[in-house]
């Protein structure tokens, strides 16, 4: 039982510097978050040691008493907080969670229809590359060239042509709320399943800040770690009609032993995504992405501009298309002063894919860390600054800026990392 550090320093120091770069630089990548000390310790739990292939009161390992009572709380919680009949919380990611519904709903060569991936898609929605392009037939849709936004008659017009077996809404890069009214009537049209992907927005529909496609869509796929802020993982709800195929899929269909100290994590943040002061976070996300976007929109001869000209959730995409920065010098730019976003490609973009036209900028993390309205709007100044040319000159002031936010909002002040002990 001797500490981590003693046993292997090497990993005690990764772990150290990893604490400390979360601590001192401002986390704006879009899909994450910090988790509570709660679900640190649910997560590094001796659940982790349980085998316990099935499902709560049907398992096929023995000694599974404990454990069936973590899985069966998460379950009953994933329900309640989303008003769902079915929940499986077993995924060990959100992109494992997809590829079992399509294995529990279609078959190969079936049409899958999806937003397409440098339209703001996930990769699971049917890269050519990933598993769900590789085995299915795939219809995509884009945004609107002139809005950014989807344009439902445009996914009718589709959905009418390819007649998809299954219908996906939901996005990795996109900073609208989607018409899962529109989405249902079209499946029903054409006669197809309709699945939501709400892996981003998953907190601001449990706290109510988003519409919930729960009682339109035939099954809501999410991660449990983005905007809901638990442990890394995937979630699947549905009608109780599909409930069977999906477990199966899942177990035995995709994967072995579930993780039941990560699903640990997962009971808790639910428990948590119940509370008032969640709701009040959630709200404070949406706040602060549109107080970014707002000071990235404040100077208009930079450049820089905003896609579909704000926000409604939790993210900004920047459309750096008329900039003379592409996605890459803006992201190394950001990184030097201590801010952390991902580059991403906007739809049309004439940049390749690894270069890209935009950011992905994000306010989850740091509304989690505390930071105010006004204190979005500061960030928003610094990112803006950035991207200008007064960068260089800048610099050292932008840097220092960016430390005194991350001071003012200590985070994880408790943890004594081994590496900086
Ligand atoms: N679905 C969407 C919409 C996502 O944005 C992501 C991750 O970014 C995933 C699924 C995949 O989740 P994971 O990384 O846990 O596999």
């Not at 990611?93 to 294995?103: F, P």
């Not at 009718?156 to 299954?166: G, H």
């Not at 309709?194 to 519409?211: I, K, Q, R, S």
């Not at 997962?266 to 949406?286: G, L, P, Y």
Request: net charge negative; charged share 25%.
């Amino acid at each position: 039982n001797k500490p981590l550090a003693e046993v292997d320093p090497e990993i005690a120091d990764a772990i150290g510097r990893e604490l400390e770069r979360q601590q001192k630089t401002l986390e704006m990548i879009a899909s994450e978050n910090f988790v509570p000390q709660a679900v640190l310790d649910a997560q590094g739990s001796v659940l982790t040691n349980k085998y316990a292939e099935g499902y709560p009161g049907r398992r096929y390992y023995g000694g599974c008493e404990f454990v069936d009572i973590a899985e069966q709380l998460a379950i009953d919680r994933a329900k309640e907080l989303f008003g769902a009949e079915a929940a499986n919380v077993q995924a060990h990611s959100g992109a494992q969670a997809n590829t079992a519904v399509y294995h529990a709903l279609l078959k190969p060569g079936d049409t899958i229809m999806g937003l397409e991936l440098a339209h703001g898609g996930h990769l699971s929605h049917g890269m050519r590359i990933n598993v769900s392009g590789r085995l299915y037939d795939i219809a995509p849709y884009q945004v609107d060239r002139e809005t950014s936004r989807i344009d439902m008659d445009e996914v009718a017009k589709i959905a009418r042509e390819r007649k998809p077996k299954l219908l996906l809404a939901g996005w990795s890069a996109y900073p609208r709320q989607l018409d899962f009214v529109r989405f249902r009537e079209i499946a029903d049209e054409v006669g197809a399943l309709l699945m939501v992907d709400m892996a981003h927005f998953a907190g601001l529909v449990a706290a109510g800040l988003h519409p919930s496609p729960v009682p339109y869509a035939d099954v809501v796929t999410s991660t449990t770690h983005k905007t809901i802020g638990g442990g890394r993982g995937g979630l699947i709800l549905s009608r109780e009609e599909h409930a069977r195929r999906l477990n199966s899929a899942i177990f035995p269909g995709q994967q072995g032993g579930p993780l039941e100290h990560v699903i640990a994590g997962k009971a808790v943040a639910f428990k948590i995504a119940m509370s008032d002061a969640f709701k009040e976070r959630q709200q404070r996300t949406i706040a602060g992405a549109q107080a970014l976007a707002t000071e990235l929109l404040a100077d208009e001869g930079s450049g820089v501009s905003v896609l579909t000209g704000g926000t409604d959730v939790h993210l900004v995409l920047v459309d750096l298309r008329e900039s003379e920065l592409d996605g890459q010098q803006a992201e190394d730019r950001l990184h030097e002063i201590g801010i952390t976003v991902n580059r991403n490609a906007v739809p049309f973009d004439p940049r390749p894919p690894m270069v890209s036209s935009g950011l992905r900028v994000g306010s989850p993390a740091l509304a989690t860390r505390g930071f105010s309205v006004d204190d979005f709007s500061e960030v928003g100044k610094l990112i803006a600054t950035a991207l200008t040319p007064a960068f260089e000159d800048r610099k050292a002031e932008l840097a220092e800026r960016v430390t005194a936010l991350a001071e003012k909002h200590p985070l994880y002040a408790h943890l004594n990392a081994p590496a900086i002990a």
